[in-house]
């Protein structure tokens, strides 16, 4: 059964500690892979998305990267307005567009 | 502003009734999605749309009713022979070949 599994389920930070989130993926024939924030009572904002291993890309203190098994979401000193719960989604060629979700990382930065 | 509205952002519903919640988006996306979210799960899909007047169900569709009549809207019926309905109810669109999803503010149904 393919499967999107994220760790750590929570993570603590202190302002200016960089670290990184994990997306671990057995979809098979991936499409794309997909990093979204969000806060708490709002809908997902999409930041990131991924085509093949090796891609990475970046936006402010955020940089993704992409394996044939696992995505990573690098948090470079992080602030405490980086803290929200970030998702990461997969999509398989062959299901017309629909994604599937992992359970989220919730990320709490404190100064 | 393009944008995907949803609404009400809160609602609350008596056992036994059926409630519809509104999803429009402005942005001329063919498809769109329902997912619901539940306190630490991931986004579920319910249903999804890729054209007018045609739509398939997720994994989750049952005591669901969704209808495409509008590019722009794509409204989403809870019914009384959903047994759980209590929870955050997003919908998002997207443009093909571009797979990325965008999503609305989101509902809070409540079930006295």
């Known amino acids: 059964e393919d499967q999107v599994t994220q760790s750590p389920e929570a993570l603590r930070l202190q302002e200016g500690e960089s670290s990184s989130l994990n997306c671990s993926y057995t979809?098979?024939?991936?499409?794309?892979l997909f990093w979204y924030r969000q806060d708490p009572g709002k809908g997902p904002e999409f930041l990131f998305t991924?085509?093949?291993a090796g891609e990475e890309k970046e936006k402010e203190r955020l940089k993704a990267t992409l394996t044939k098994k696992e995505s990573f979401l690098h948090i470079t000193a992080p602030k405490p307005e980086d803290s929200a719960t970030y998702l990461c989604?997969?999509?398989?060629?062959?299901?017309?567009?629909?994604?599937?979700f992992g359970r989220g990382t919730q990320l709490t930065v404190w100064p | 502003d393009g944008g995907i509205t949803q609404s009400p952002k809160y609602l609350f519903r008596k056992e036994g009734q059926n409630v519809t919640l509104s999803c429009e988006q402005n942005?001329?996306?063919?498809?769109m999605y329902w997912y619901r979210q539940d306190p630490g799960q991931g986004l579920r899909l319910i249903y999804y749309?890729?054209?007018?007047?045609?739509?398939q169900k997720g994994d989750i569709a049952e005591g669901y009713s969704v209808s495409r009549e509008k590019k722009e809207s794509f409204p989403l019926t809870v019914t009384s022979a959903q047994k759980n309905p209590t929870a955050f109810y997003l919908c998002?669109?997207?443009?093909?070949?571009?797979?990325?999803?965008?999503f609305g503010p989101g509902t809070r149904l409540t079930v006295l």
């Open positions: 991924l085509y093949s």
């Open positions: 979809v098979s024939g991936l499409r794309g």
């Open positions: 942005l001329n996306h063919d498809a």
């Open positions: 989604a997969v999509h398989r060629g062959s299901t017309l567009g629909r994604l599937y």
């Open positions: 998002a669109s997207s443009i093909p070949p571009r797979d990325e999803q965008f």
């Open positions: 749309s890729q054209i007018v007047n045609d739509f």
